[in-house]
């Protein structure tokens, strides 16, 4: 008995701790949350909402993956019970910020200095984005337990599994709805485009070094007996990341060209409109010459 009460007196200590710290910062965010409540017309607010709300789709879908690995692995073995129980701070955190901040996002919606439709545009662009990052996660580890085999590979499986899910919940309906609502001169598929194309590159780099790290030891014969199969373990994120990497920057370039043709097409109507005024006698020569002298911005 004397064990049992050893142990039970660090988690006792430990949970209240934790209990106490979340009744301390519910305080603070219910204190926070009332005095901003009058200004929400300022457009900072739709960057403190924003921040949040990515901040909890983030931890909600590591959570559920790791909730439905950890699902996987206690079916399996009924002695992992942490790791289904492991993920529940990081699924309370998501669900809390996503259902909080979400909801201020849709309540706010025109109301903050912007038009509906962005803050629509920003709700869908944080699942699709984090939807992406899962898939390419759960493929990465698939591979790893294909490569490596052993008895890891019933783990590997069952995260690839995990963020499987949520990658093909998360991302196919809001990106197909994101770009619904969304043409190439928005400012949010921009940042939505040039984000991935960031994200995807620094990831790509990273995976790509340390396969060519890996390969490079292995034919030098200076590594271990696992460096090929690291560099293999490692190349299909790399890939997968040039992949998106590559498809993200042509769909931002297309846009650019896209948007560019649009903005010509509105200057070169202008300009026959003031031809037309000319030849109507609504306006001069001479004041067709000074507007075009202006560089066009009468048009």
Do not use: K
């Amino acid at each position: 008995m004397r064990p049992q009460a050893a142990f039970g007196q660090p988690v006792e200590r430990t949970l209240r701790t934790a209990l106490l710290s979340v009744g301390v910062a519910l305080v603070v965010w219910a204190a926070a949350f009332a005095w901003q409540w009058r200004w929400r017309a300022m457009r900072d607010r739709l960057a403190y909402g924003l921040a949040l709300y990515g901040a909890g789709v983030l931890a909600l879908a590591v959570g559920v993956a790791l909730e439905i690995s950890g699902a996987i692995r206690h079916g399996r073995d009924p002695r992992e019970v942490f790791a289904f129980t492991g993920a529940w701070p990081a699924l309370a955190v998501g669900v809390l910020l996503v259902s909080i901040h979400g909801g201020l996002l849709l309540a706010d919606r025109g109301r903050n200095g912007h038009p509906a439709v962005v803050g629509t545009r920003f709700l869908l662009a944080f699942p699709a984005l984090v939807g992406l990052g899962a898939l390419i996660a759960g493929l990465s580890n698939a591979w790893r337990a294909a490569v490596e085999g052993g008895p890891q590979a019933e783990s590997d499986l069952a995260v690839a599994a995990g963020f499987m899910v949520v990658g093909l919940v998360a991302y196919p309906l809001p990106w197909l709805a994101f770009v619904r609502r969304s043409g190439p001169e928005s400012a949010v598929r921009r940042f939505y485009l040039f984000s991935v194309v960031c994200l995807a590159l620094v990831a790509a780099i990273g995976s790509g070094v340390r396969a060519l790290y890996e390969l490079i030891v292995t034919l030098a014969g200076t590594g271990d007996a696992e460096s090929g199969r690291d560099a293999l373990v490692w190349a299909a994120p790399a890939v997968l990341l040039a992949v998106v990497f590559v498809t993200h920057l042509w769909l931002l370039l297309r846009d650019q060209r896209r948007t560019r043709a649009a903005e010509r097409v509105v200057e070169a109507d202008a300009l026959v409109a003031l031809l037309e005024d000319v030849r109507a006698g609504r306006r001069s020569v001479a004041e067709a010459a000074n507007m075009l002298r202006a560089g066009g911005s009468s048009l």
